[in-house]
T-cell receptor, first 115, second 113 residues
Framework: AQTVTQSQPEMSVQEAETVTLSCTYD???????LFWYKQPPSRQMILVIR??????QNATENRFSVNFQKAAKSFSLKISDSQLGDTAMYFC????????????FGKGTHLIIQP | EAGVAQSPRYKIIEKRQSVAFWCNPI?????LYWYQQILGQGPKLLIQ????????DSQLPKDRFSAERLKGVDSTLKIQPAKLEDSAVYLC???????????FGPGTRLLVL
């Protein structure tokens, strides 16, 4: 079974600052996928960024990037030049490759961007 | 491209009543998931379908929860009878065959009194 741990229940930063959200996971699989999802107050879950475990290069999507440390089982999300619209719950999630690929989520981090 | 549709958006019922939620995935997506998100927690997978077959229902409380996807398109999740602890948001997600990304619907917020 996979587990995902997010140790920061809430974070608050000023607009335009850089913020890093932490995530650790545990899995016995060799092939797995890691995700960061954003859930704004409207509650629609949106994919932020995705990382395949077999790829060593850290994924980036515009202002969003990850620091994937496979040996440490760590998968942090960095948001650069934070914007008010980044205020949301952020969930780290994983699944193993293969047919049964339902996501295992962490408890989430509530990120607040202050004007 | 239309997203994942869910209805109703909100539902309030008394304990021991039954309730059903409906999900229509993104067109062409063969894989469909139901998640339960209790307030303050991350979503938890209840069941995964591939077309009209069940792939994983290991976390579905089968004494009261049931789900079906008879024609391999839309799906229904039912709770009968409901308990207070079933109060949660029920999220539906779908995934296309060549993708790893799951796309989520807006969810159904259930309150059991």
């Amino acid at each position: 079974a996979q587990t995902v741990t997010q140790s920061q229940p809430e974070m608050s930063v000023q607009e335009a600052e850089t913020v890093t959200l932490s995530c650790t996971y545990d899995t016995s699989e060799n092939n797995y996928y890691l995700f960061w999802y954003k859930q704004p107050p409207s509650r629609q879950m949106i994919l932020v960024i995705r990382q395949e475990a077999y790829k060593q290069q850290n994924a980036t999507e515009n202002r969003f990037s990850v620091n994937f440390q496979k040996a440490a089982k760590s998968f942090s999300l960095k948001i650069s030049d934070s914007q008010l619209g980044d205020t949301a719950m952020y969930f780290c999630a994983s699944h193993s490759g293969g047919g049964a690929d339902g996501l295992t989520f962490g408890k989430g981090t509530h990120l607040i961007i202050q004007p | 491209e239309a997203g994942v549709a869910q209805s109703p958006r909100y539902k309030i019922i008394e304990k021991r009543q039954s309730v059903a939620f409906w999900c229509n995935p993104i067109s062409g997506h063969a894989t469909l998931y139901w998640y339960q998100q209790i307030l303050g927690q991350g979503p938890k997978l209840l069941i995964q379908f591939q077309n009209n077959g069940v792939v994983d229902d290991s976390q579905l409380p089968k004494d009261r929860f049931s789900a079906e996807r008879l024609k391999g398109v839309d799906s229904t999740l039912k709770i009968q009878p409901a308990k207070l602890e079933d109060s949660a948001v029920y999220l539906c997600a779908s995934r296309g065959g060549n993708q790893e990304t799951q796309y989520f619907g807006p969810g159904t917020r259930l309150l059991v009194l």
